[in-house]
């Protein structure tokens, strides 16, 4: 399909609850139909994607899509020595790249994503610092270990 490179690295403002965030993207795309797309270089794909996770590890792109309103698809390419590797969440197809492609309006999802990272500010203004480890394999190499009892908790969680 036809495309126009829109940009690469340019900033971009987002503002969420009164917190001014400066986004650099990698590169943003037009596509005929105007609609754009996000694309986010990486070194391989990041885990898990954050389309529908309540904490994403990964929020920045979820940002850009909040940042532009025109921002119709969000797409992570990997790049490395091995491979090329592409994900992305949209709302149609678009080929040739593999995207998860959504069921309700786009619109619904940048309200979901606005609530929840407007959750994660909330948290980080009152301080909210409670250990949230993905895996009890993160808990062996933190520092922290001696004072916190998320270890064995994450432990018996994968029992």
């Not at 790049?79 to 309700?104: R, V």
Request: overall charge negative.
């Amino acid at each position: 399909e036809y495309f126009q490179i829109e940009g690469v690295e340019k900033s971009i403002s987002l503002t969420i609850d009164d917190w001014s965030f400066e986004l650099r993207y990698d590169r943003l795309d037009k596509l005929a139909n105007g609609d754009l797309v996000m694309i986010d270089y990486k070194s391989k794909i990041p885990s898990p994607l954050p389309w529908e996770d309540m904490r994403p590890i990964h929020p920045q792109i979820l940002m850009y899509a909040l940042a532009q309103e025109s921002i119709r698809y969000l797409l992570f390419v990997a790049i490395n020595p091995k491979e090329l590797k592409t994900t992305g969440f949209g709302i149609d197809k678009l080929e040739p790249y593999t995207l998860k492609t959504s069921k309700e309006p786009w619109e619904n999802w940048q309200h979901r994503w606005y609530g929840v990272l407007k959750t994660l500010i909330e948290e980080f203004k009152s301080g909210n610092i409670a250990p949230t480890p993905l895996s009890a394999k993160t808990c062996r190499y933190c520092h922290n270990r001696d004072i916190c009892r998320q270890e064995s908790q994450a432990a018996n969680e994968e029992d």
